[in-house]
C-alpha cells in the first residue's frame, strides 16, 4: 500500500525559477515529514525536515509548506540552479512508534536548465 | 564527523549465492536502517537496528536479515540469492528516530 504518493514524477525549471513537489500521505500518524536530494550514484542525503505543529520551514533557498488538514506537504526550491538538478525524495515516518522506518513517495526527477 | 559508510560499494553474484553488506554509521548514531532502492519499488524499508536489537521490520521474504554490534556497525545478508534482488542497497544511521543519514550504498547485481 503506497502511503505517500508524489508529483510531478519528473520537472524541468529555467535557471532563477522555482521548483514545487508535492506530497501527500494517508496515515495520519506521520508525524516527521523530511525531504532527500539524490544525485546519481550517491545515497539521499537530508535536506530539510518538518513535524505537524508547523505549517511551514524554510532553510535557505528550500521551504516545506505543511497542510495538515489536506494531509499535504510539498517543497519549494526558490532560484533554483543547475546543481539542483537531482531527484528528490519526500518521506514520512512515525518516530514514537516505528522507530526511524521512513516511507518514501517515489521521488521527482529535477533537472534546471541554465 | 565521518559520514556513514558502506562496503563494498558494488559486488556482483550468481543466483543462489548470499551476500554480506556491511554498514558503519556515524560515530555516536546508534540506530541503523537498511533500504533497497530500485528503479520499479522505489525507495523501501528493510529493517532497523537499535542498540543491537531489531526495532522494526519492513515486508522482505527471510532471505533478508540483520544484525547490529555493540559498536552500532550493521552488516545485512541476503541468501539465495534472486535476479530481482538486483539493487541499491542503502544504509541510514541516526541519534534516536529522526534525523537519517544515508551512505553512498552498495550496488549488488544478480546474474
Known amino acids: 500500500q503506497q502511503q505517500v504518493k508524489q508529483s510531478p514524477q519528473s520537472l524541468i525549471v529555467q535557471k532563477g525559477g522555482i521548483s514545487i513537489i508535492n506530497c501527500a500521505y494517508e496515515n495520519t500518524a506521520f508525524d516527521y515529514f523530511p525531504w532527500y536530494q539524490q544525485f546519481p550514484g550517491k545515497g539521499p542525503a537530508l535536506l530539510i525536515a518538518?513535524?505537524?505543529?508547523?505549517s511551514e520551514k524554510k532553510e535557505g533557498r528550500f521551504t516545506i509548506s505543511f497542510n495538515k488538514s489536506a494531509k499535504q506537504f510539498s517543497l519549494h526550491i526558490m532560484d533554483s540552479q543547475p546543481g539542483d538538478s537531482a531527484t528528490y525524495f519526500c518521506?514520512?515516518?512515525?518516530?514514537?512508534?516505528?522507530?526511524?522506518?521512513?516511507?518514501f513517495g517515489e521521488g521527482t526527477q529535477l533537472t534546471v536548465n541554465p | 564527523k565521518a559520514g556513514v559508510t558502506q562496503t563494498p560499494r558494488y559486488l556482483i553474484k550468481t543466483r543462489g549465492q548470499q551476500v554480506t553488506l556491511s554498514c558503519s554509521p556515524i560515530s555516536g548514531h546508534r540506530s541503523v536502517s537498511w533500504y533497497q532502492q530500485t528503479p520499479g519499488q522505489g525507495l523501501q524499508f528493510l529493517f532497523e537496528y537499535f542498540s543491537e536489537t531489531q526495532r522494526n521490520k519492513g515486508n522482505f521474504p527471510g532471505r533478508f536479515s540483520g544484525r547490529q554490534f555493540s559498536n552500532s556497525r550493521s552488516e545485512m545478508n541476503v541468501s539465495t540469492l534472486e535476479l530481482g534482488d538486483s539493487a541499491l542497497y542503502l544504509c541510514?544511521?541516526?541519534?534516536?528516530?529522526?534525523?537519517?543519514?544515508f551512505g553512498p550504498g552498495t550496488r549488488l547485481t544478480v546474474t
Open positions: 518538518i513535524r505537524p505543529d508547523v
Open positions: 518521506a514520512a515516518s512515525v518516530p514514537k512508534t516505528s522507530g526511524s522506518r521512513l516511507t
Open positions: 541510514a544511521s541516526s541519534l534516536g528516530s529522526d534525523e537519517q543519514y
